[in-house]
């Protein structure tokens, strides 16, 4: 036993060794420092050796790691930290590799999304970043300013401020700028999301299925997707750990119901700070499993009861404490937002396909040209939010595991409560190759229900990610176990699942790297903010609104010395709805008259007495 332990003790520090090197050396500053001089053919064959060996110590870990598990259970008990500590260095690995040669502690380059570095979602997230030490330090309202919108102002919780990830970066924000902080966070975002679900789903599988079924959540095609435009719907570690919550509050009920709804309305709590929206998508899902659950097991539910009562007043406190000003600044006072941020209607674009599942985008490295024309319209043309997409592989795979092993529970709700998902993020009607065939769905009565009319359905899909990534671990835990099977016939089934598992990883291959650029603007940008004294307030050309949002970036940037008007959020706008166009300039045409040139299109100038006098002189 004794030689065993030193024989995994010396792989895994090998392995782990050979790792770090290959990865903080060759992997990263190798090719980056002689990109410039080699040119780009070059840059990729040194990618690809790269990837080859960082997969090779990769495998090293694993195996010694494994070596590991059979030494004994005093071992495995002394080296259990081994493997988590490998585990969650491997994921960071990946998330630093999957922006490489943009590194997190980057200054100039963010993520370019749709629009390029410096517009869009990114450089909005970036704001809020800034926004919320500043308001920190200068007693600011965190919900309400004209920073932005000058004069009229923005109600922040009607928005994404995510202030709890301005929180978590402000010592990052203050001390190297919140550049530096949203790249930080958005490799975290990667790293953590897989984290949480490897510690999830050791309640149930061995440490490698863990593994798998982390890599498949924290890097799988819903996060990739979104790690390209909307950090705050990205940073999803907290989805996995409200779902383990609710399962030992339900059915394995090991702690105090007390106790683990605190645990709930605090993991409930922190959601809501980062994306409201991801705890509704949640909290719908999960309700429904709850109620069908309940109606069909009566007599446990009268028996539990009195339990899920505490659990239910604990969370609920907690849950108030933790987000009691917000939800104020949300629902009651006054400014808030009344109705959902945009028309139900327009939301309600952002549907899947049903198709979106099998057919890859070009976020995928396997993405035929053919196919991935086909996909680039699913979702009403937006890729950021064309989030469904699994793999045929993959379906087949948890397809296999709901059949062979439905009898254990866990399996079954999980993916009852998956395809429930991905029905709901289907939209009010089926789409089927961009075709609207009109067939009503359930998801159209959320539309017209209060608190939930603002969601979009495709975003459902990160809830389809959740539960599959807990069918994934288990099943390829069941596979793994399977393989030592003395039969035959069961030891064949195994390596069959094995294969599918791995075809099921290589269809959902992210495209890498994910792109971040400079900024594109002037030389002399800094020398003019320099120019602007504190405090001014300033209109910009391009006037900022969507996609033109250079000046948040400005003013980010530059620690926010000076207000704008324009702004790219959510307004109050017709009765009981939102609008992200708020007329600020006057006489109203000069702001149209901006919107349409720098989007490249004329607009006939208006009469004299259209303009002049437009607004009538105030009265004594």
């Known amino acids: 036993m004794d030689g065993n332990r030193s ?35 070059t840059f990729d064959e040194m990618r690809t050796r790269t990837w080859f060996t960082y997969l090779k110590y990769v495998v090293a870990i694993i195996l010694s790691l494994g070596v590991t598990e059979v030494a004994g259970d005093g071992a495995r008990t002394r080296r259990r930290a081994w493997i988590v500590a490998a585990c969650v260095f491997v994921y960071i690995a990946l998330a630093v590799l999957l922006f490489w040669p943009v590194p997190p502690w980057d200054s100039m380059r963010i993520i370019a999304g749709p629009f390029g570095q410096g517009y869009g979602d990114p450089t909005q997230t970036l704001w809020f970043l800034e926004w919320v030490p500043y308001a920190l330090r200068h007693g600011l309202d965190l919900y309400q300013t004209n920073y932005l919108n000058y004069p009229n102002g923005v109600p922040l919780a009607n928005n994404t401020p995510s202030p709890l990830l301005g929180l978590l970066a402000m010592p990052v924000t203050l001390t190297s700028g919140p550049v530096v902080a949203f790249n930080l966070l958005l490799r975290l975002a990667f ?15 061995r440490w490698p299925a863990a593994f798998v ?12 997707s979104q790690g390209h435009t909307h950090l705050n719907l990205a940073f999803v570690p907290i989805p996995p750990l409200i779902v383990w919550c609710v399962y030992e509050l339900v059915v394995a009920r090991r702690h105090r119901p007390i106790v683990m709804g605190a645990v709930l309305g605090a993991l409930a709590g922190a959601q809501a700070l980062i994306d409201p929206e991801v705890l509704a998508l949640l909290v719908v899902v999960v309700g429904l499993g709850l109620i069908v659950t309940g109606a069909f097991n009566l007599r446990e539910l009268r028996q539990r009861l009195g339990d899920l009562a505490k659990a239910s007043v604990s969370a609920v406190v907690v849950f108030g404490a933790i987000t009691g000003y917000t939800l104020w600044w949300m629902l009651l006072a006054p400014g808030h937002l009344v109705g959902p941020p945009l028309f139900p209607s327009a939301l309600q674009l952002n549907r899947a396909d049903l198709l979106g599942s099998i057919i890859p985008t070009t976020n995928q490295l396997i993405a035929p040209a053919a196919l991935a024309r086909i996909s680039a319209g699913f979702v009403n043309g937006n890729v950021t939010e064309n989030t469904t997409y699994l793999g045929l592989p993959l379906l087949i795979f948890i397809g296999g595991v709901a059949v062979l092993w439905r009898r254990e529970r866990v399996v079954l709700v999980s993916t009852l409560l998956a395809l429930v998902a991905f029905i709901l993020s289907l939209g009010p009607s089926l789409m089927i190759d961009n075709h609207n065939t009109g067939i009503p769905l359930p998801e159209a009565p959320l539309a017209h229900l209060p608190l939930v009319d603002g969601l979009i359905p ?11 990534a807990i069918v994934l671990g288990i099943g390829a835990d069941r596979v793994f176990y399977a393989i030592s099977s003395r039969d035959t016939l069961k030891r064949g089934a195994a390596l069959a699942g094995v294969i599918v598992l791995v075809a099921s990883f290589a269809f959902i291959i992210p495209e890498a790297p994910l792109v971040s650029q400079g900024t594109a603007w002037p030389a002399d940008t800094a020398a003019t ?15 900022t609104t969507s996609p ?6 400005w003013q980010a940037t530059d ?5 704008i008007v324009g702004g790219y959020d959510v307004v109050q706008g017709p009765p009981d709805a939102g609008t992200q166009i708020q007329p600020l300039l006057e006489p109203p045409f000069v702001q149209g008259f901006f919107v349409a040139a720098q989007n490249g299109t ?13 607004r009538a002189p105030a009265e004594d």
Do not use: K
């Not at 903010?529 to 006037?543: C, E, K, M, Q, R």
């Open 213 to 224: 079924g982390g890599l498949f959540y924290g890097f799988g095609p819903y996060i990739v």
């Open 602 to 614: 004329s607009t006939p100038y208006p009469a004299p007495g259209a303009c002049v006098g437009a």
């Open 7 to 41: 024989l995994s003790d010396s792989w895994a520090q090998v392995g782990l060794r050979h790792f770090a090197q290959a990865t903080f050396s060759t992997s990263l500053f190798g090719p980056h420092a002689r990109w410039a001089s080699e040119g780009r053919s």
């Open 191 to 205: 790293a953590s999301s897989a984290a949480s679900m490897f510690f999830v789903l050791r309640t149930w599988c």
């Open 458 to 468: 495709v975003r459902f899909a990160l809830v389809v990610s959740v539960f599959a």
């Open 559 to 563: 620690g926010m010395r000076f207000r």
């Open 529 to 543: 903010l320099d120019a602007i004294p504190s405090g001014t307030v300033v209109l910009n050309y391009p006037f």
């Open 548 to 553: 033109w949002t250079e000046a948040l970036y």
